[in-house]
């Protein structure tokens, strides 16, 4: 059985195509599947419509988290929830075409155990959008060890692979973890669609967050580039102390001020942003040190079977 992991926040408008448009795809072509709603905390209808939907259907189940929560904690409960022998995670607005699923699963059955949706196009992006992102992310990528900007939440993993993130206690970002986990892999390219409807959730300052807490959970190079730039500053302030101890000793005056300021306004700086790096680490410490919940469902539905 595939289990279709479906993350929604206020979605009201999507819901019912989204799952008719997938559930008629699998009959087609005889696959037995599970349909896993998770309403992240929606404001709107959206746990109203699955509700309703898994009473008129068999094979679906919806969990309502109690507050908004992100798509992060939304795929760990589908995953958690999911009783298939694979699952995928896909979005509720299908802007990940549903036909892929079905060449995933044909790929699962040849014995694939992750397999990845890789975006092609990204669809109609905002220009500026568009190019700040990709400069952005080719520049992360690099530091996350991952391809930060083809890579999607658009997934369907083996049992296997499931059990083994179910038991991760970590808040670890699901599009990185599958880089981290290893296992039989293979990449599907897929061109992003439009929204069959409503509006995306992410503003480019939220986008520029979820890349940062992506690199912190994956690699700890910024505090490396942290030490380096420590030496760096010492290998400059050897050159300039020489400089001003002969200045001193030939008896020269130093020039001025301009100087000083400079290189204490730099030196400043860099320690500045050193400091909010490794606060920054500290805080994602702090955050998994509490060990709360990473979501709380406040509901649950399931069809009677
Ligand atoms: N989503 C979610 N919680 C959130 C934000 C988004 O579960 O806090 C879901 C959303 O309902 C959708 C998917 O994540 O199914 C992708 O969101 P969206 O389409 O807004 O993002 P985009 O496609 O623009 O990256
Ligand atoms: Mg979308």
């Not at 206690?169 to 670890?172: F, I, M, N, Q």
């Given at each position: 059985m595939l289990s279709v992991i479906i993350p929604a926040f206020n979605e009201e408008k999507c819901i019912k195509e989204a799952y008719t448009t997938i559930n008629t795809l699998l009959k087609e072509n005889s696959i037995e599947g599970e349909f896993i709603f998770i309403d992240d905390g929606s404001t709107d209808r959206s746990y109203e419509i699955i509700k309703e939907l898994s009473e008129e259907e068999d094979n679906i189940t919806g969990l309502h988290f109690s507050r908004n929560f992100g798509k992060e904690a939304a795929i760990s409960a589908g995953l958690g929830t999911a009783s298939g022998d694979c699952a995928v995670v896909i979005d509720c607005d299908l802007q990940h075409p549903p036909e892929k699923i079905i060449e995933m699963y044909r790929l699962w059955e040849q014995g694939y155990e992750i397999i990845e949706g890789l975006k092609r196009s990204r669809g109609d992006e905002n220009k500026l959008h568009g190019i700040g992102a990709k400069l952005f992310y080719s520049l992360i990528s690099k530091m996350a060890g991952f391809d930060m900007y083809n890579s999607s939440d658009f997934k369907l993993l083996d049992r296997k692979v499931i059990d083994v993130l179910n038991k991760m206690?970590?808040?670890?970002f699901f599009r990185a973890v599958s880089y981290w986990v290893g296992y039989k892999k293979i990449t599907v390219e897929f061109d992003v669609a439009e929204r069959i409807c409503g509006e995306s959730k992410w503003s480019s300052c939220q986008l520029i967050k979820y890349a940062f807490s992506n690199i912190a959970s994956y690699s700890t190079a910024p505090m490396h580039i942290v030490t380096v730039l420590g030496f760096v500053m010492l290998a400059i302030s050897v050159i300039f102390g020489v400089w001003a101890l002969i200045d001193k000793i030939i008896g020269r005056a130093l020039e001025g001020m301009t100087t000083v300021i400079i290189i204490t306004i730099f030196i400043g700086s860099i320690m500045m942003i050193s400091l909010g790096i490794i606060g920054y680490y500290i805080a994602r410490i702090y955050e998994e040190i509490k060990g709360r919940p990473k979501y709380i469902i406040s509901s649950v539905t399931k069809s009677k079977k």
């Open positions: 206690p970590e808040r670890g």
